[in-house]
């Protein structure tokens, strides 16, 4: 009975309850592992991206050549999409100078808008006999057709998230071989599939999808190499082209039960994860595979650019929106990704994700969390730290050893985070004790600091000392329109200016609270203010601009009710308006000053930014302007309005700007709808230098009913555009504009 009642002693003292606890964590960890949720998969892929940027693939050979229909080529032939004729041309002339294969990462899903029965009936002016004519000609299509069954071209396709039309079952498809486990439900699925017109499917050597889905982060990482489209098995736009090359009549899919293993033809085969997806293993940008489309056409082209190579015809003109974010480049032309996937397969320079990488995770993991449950509590805290930076070294150099020598990719964050889950429970006792200290801070400098900044010094101590971090914010400025004006009506009154400034700035204030803001000053009436510091807000971008919004309809409202008082007091009514800049990127926060005084403050090029940023709202008409970062986070909750490509005073690199209209409920009206086109049209002949268009587009604005909305806007564009007309810009011009004033 006394050995029953000493088991509880006995399990305290010798296994205590903190260890317990920890076997159970490991458990619970290899369980997450399993389920595998977002932000798991988040942290394993990031460690990976970080492997590829540290040891880019290295390229020995350029099998593949890029045909880049670039903002060069549309200079001088023309709108995209070009005649079929023009594409006929460009096939032709690849095809001499011994390309391979030809593959489109676009598609041709509608006929040519130029095919001469369609100019028939475009043109009745034209008389009965032409037009007979024009019907007999050969359609544009055809020519295309032509030309593309005397080479050897691949024809890309769209997945879908929506069907469009029935599939029709007449067109050619490539076969697909299965061994193994049934392998379509392992497949990405797009509802609905857009092919080329029929007569250019049939002429095809093969079709497949260059459709790329980006990752949750808008990461491309990897590339899909087959897919379920519209119920049909279909390739990737680049592993067709290797059957093309190869001259393989048949896919085979190889399949297990955890999913899809590798893909084949002939003696090429290429391992993918479960759902067909191949990692892509980057290289750095590389210019030198880019041919200008244009300069292909006009045969002024070296011949072993084009001979014995894999054509890509793609684009990298900004404003086709084909851009997209890799591992190693932020802006990286989709159909250079395909190019990557091409040449990694053809150099067998891929990397692939084991399947019994899992199994070396999760035994990493239960080997060092039992070290750790077993041994941490004999260690000191110094001896501790350093056996731990011991593990966590051992785990880093296993992965990147892997990845390095075999391109296998094992990620070893997850058996860092269960051993340190396990570490941080078994030294939770030490918290008691810091918790007192926590509490004595509190209570010290709770009287003249920032509760938030007392909350944050109380979780970490050490912070108050000079010095900062690097993290990612959005900061606001916020300046009141026209101060001088109004306190000159109050300078017979300073204390009614004061009191007036307080009505201002309180509502303000309270609208940056509410959305998680951080005051860093006021500065007359002006105030500056911060997100996602010192506490983390993940969603830093979208409160600041809830906060601006909110900022305006609180100023809307003092000024409902001093516009009541005035009326009241038979005095004249004067409007409070504000105009706010906001901006997102890498600030260093902390506490700045000196030894004897310190303020927890924000700097870095993104605040200065942002205070440009302000001060240009009442030149363009909007009292919210924001960075791109800012408004590239929340274009999708809020009525977003590109203003113009500029250079800030102080700064070597341009920004896109933009104007906050409103909520979501005014990005669908039909009147922003209607805005936002105008605002593009004439952005898009200003920055092709075409004076007259823009000018023209301006003149149209201005007689639609939305015209007072971007009046100062299209002032301003005026002017700027009839001094160009005199002196133009130099012919590198990128669009942007050197701002003169702060």
């Known amino acids: 009975m006394k050995r029953i009642q000493a088991l509880p002693r006995w399990f305290k003292r010798r296994i205590g309850f903190a260890r317990l606890l920890c076997l159970v964590l490991l458990v619970g960890f290899a369980a997450l592992r399993v389920a595998d949720p977002a932000p798991v998969e988040e942290i394993r892929v990031r460690t990976f991206d970080a492997f590829q940027r540290i040891d880019p693939r290295k390229k020995t050979v350029r099998p593949v050549t890029i045909v880049d229909i670039d903002d060069k080529s549309l200079e001088k032939l023309g709108q995209w999409p070009w005649p079929r004729t023009r594409i006929a041309e460009l096939i032709t002339e690849l095809t001499r100078l011994g390309a391979v294969v030809i593959a489109f990462d676009a598609v041709f899903s509608e006929p040519d808008r130029l095919n001469p029965d369609v100019a028939a009936e475009a043109f009745p002016q034209l008389d009965e006999e032409i037009r007979a004519k024009l019907r007999k000609l050969p359609s544009n299509d055809q020519i295309l057709a032509e030309a593309i069954k005397k080479s050897r071209v691949v024809l890309g396709e769209s997945g879908l998230p929506e069907e469009i039309a029935a599939l029709d079952k007449t067109l050619p498809v490539t076969g697909v071989a299965m061994l193994g486990e049934e392998p379509q439900r392992f497949m990405f699925e797009f509802p609905g599939l857009l092919?080329?017109?029929?007569?250019?499917?049939?002429?095809?050597?093969?079709?497949?999808?260059?459709?790329?889905?980006?990752?949750?982060?808008?990461?491309?990482?990897?590339?899909?190499?087959?897919?379920?489209?519209?119920?049909?098995?279909?390739?990737?736009?680049?592993?067709?082209?290797?059957?093309?090359?190869?001259?393989?009549?048949?896919?085979?899919?190889?399949?297990?039960?955890?999913?899809?293993?590798?893909?084949?033809?002939?003696?090429?085969?290429?391992?993918?994860?479960?759902?067909?997806?191949?990692?892509?293993?980057?290289?750095?940008?590389?210019?030198?595979?880019?041919?200008?489309?244009?300069?292909?056409?006009?045969?002024?082209v070296a011949p072993d650019m084009i001979a014995g190579k894999l054509v890509l015809i793609g684009t990298s003109a900004v404003g086709l929106n084909d851009i997209k974010t890799t591992p190693v480049a932020r802006a990286m032309p989709g159909v250079e990704?395909?190019?990557?996937?091409?040449?990694?397969?053809?150099?067998?320079?891929?990397?692939?994700?084991?399947?019994?990488?899992?199994?070396?995770?999760?035994?990493?993991?239960?080997?060092?969390?039992?070290?750790?449950?077993?041994?941490?509590?004999?260690?000191?805290?110094?001896?501790?730290?350093?056996?731990?930076?011991?593990?966590a070294s051992v785990l880093l150099g296993t992965s990147a050893y892997f990845y390095t020598q075999h391109r296998l990719l094992i990620d070893f964050t997850y058996p860092l985070m269960s051993t340190t889950a396990v570490y941080l429970t078994l030294i939770?006792?030490?918290?008691?004790?810091?918790?007192?200290?926590?509490?004595?801070?509190?209570?010290?400098?709770?009287?003249?600091?920032?509760?938030?900044?007392?909350?944050?010094?109380?979780?970490?101590?050490?912070?108050?000392?000079?010095?900062?971090?690097?993290r990612e914010m959005t900061i606001m400025f916020s300046d009141m329109r026209g101060f001088t004006s109004i306190s000159e009506t109050y300078k017979d009154d300073p204390q009614g200016l004061t009191t007036l400034m307080n009505r201002f700035l309180t509502p303000l204030t309270n609208a940056i609270l509410a959305r998680k803001g951080y005051i860093d000053k006021y500065m007359g009436d002006a105030i500056m203010a911060f997100w996602n510091a010192p506490l983390d807000d993940k969603d830093h971008e979208l409160n600041a601009c809830e906060a601006a919004i909110d900022m305006l309809e609180r100023i809307d409202q003092l000024n409902q009710a001093r516009e009541q008082e005035a009326k009241e007091e038979g005095r004249p009514f004067i409007p409070l308006n504000a105009g706010i800049g906001l901006n997102t990127g890498i600030c260093v926060?902390?506490?700045?000053?000196?030894?004897?005084?310190?303020?927890?403050?924000?700097?870095?090029?993104?605040?200065?930014?942002?205070?440009?940023?302000e001060g240009q709202s009442k030149e363009y008409g909007f009292p919210i302007i924001v960075g791109s970062k800012t408004a590239l986070a929340v274009k999708d909750r809020f009525a977003i309005l590109e203003l113009d490509f500029i250079m800030v005073?102080?700064?070597?690199?341009?920004?896109?700007?933009?104007?906050?209209?409103?909520?979501?409920?005014?990005?669908?009206s039909g009147r922003f709808q209607r805005l936002r086109n105008l605002t593009i049209e004439m952005l898009g002949c200003y920055r092709s230098r075409d004076w007259e268009g823009a000018?023209?587009?301006i003149e149209r604005g201005r007689k639609t009913d939305e015209a007072h909305a971007l009046e100062l806007l299209y002032d301003l564009y005026e002017a700027r555009i009839r001094g160009y007309v005199d002196n133009p810009p130099p012919e590198d011009w990128s669009g942007a504009f050197a701002l003169l004033t702060k």
Do not use: C
């Open 195 to 300: 092919r080329n017109v029929p007569v250019l499917e049939h002429a095809a050597a093969g079709r497949g999808l260059f459709t790329i889905k980006p990752e949750r982060d808008g990461i491309v990482r990897r590339v899909p190499m087959i897919m379920l489209a519209q119920g049909q098995t279909m390739p990737s736009l680049t592993f067709e082209m290797l059957r093309v090359a190869t001259g393989s009549g048949t896919i085979l899919i190889k399949a297990e039960k955890g999913g899809i293993k590798s893909l084949r033809i002939k003696s090429v085969e290429i391992p993918t994860d479960k759902n067909g997806q191949l990692w892509v293993h980057y290289a750095r940008n590389d210019a030198s595979i880019y041919v200008p489309a244009v300069n292909v056409l006009e045969k002024n």
């Open 337 to 391: 990704i395909h190019a990557q996937v091409l040449e990694s397969a053809l150099t067998g320079a891929v990397i692939s994700q084991p399947i019994y990488g899992i199994v070396l995770e999760f035994a990493a993991a239960m080997l060092f969390g039992l070290l750790v449950i077993a041994f941490a509590p004999l260690f000191g805290p110094v001896s501790l730290v350093i056996v731990g930076g011991a593990f």
């Open 649 to 668: 005073k102080g700064k070597k690199e341009p920004e896109v700007i933009y104007a906050i209209a409103g909520r979501e409920d005014v990005a669908q």
């Open 589 to 613: 926060v902390g506490n700045m000053g000196s030894d004897l005084k310190f303020n927890y403050s924000v700097f870095g090029d993104s605040v200065n930014v942002a205070s440009r940023l």
């Open 695 to 697: 000018l023209a587009a």
């Open 428 to 470: 939770f006792a030490a918290f008691v004790r810091e918790q007192q200290q926590r509490k004595k801070i509190r209570s010290d400098f709770a009287q003249y600091m920032s509760p938030v900044l007392v909350e944050q010094i109380a979780q970490h101590p050490e912070k108050l000392v000079l010095g900062g971090e690097e």
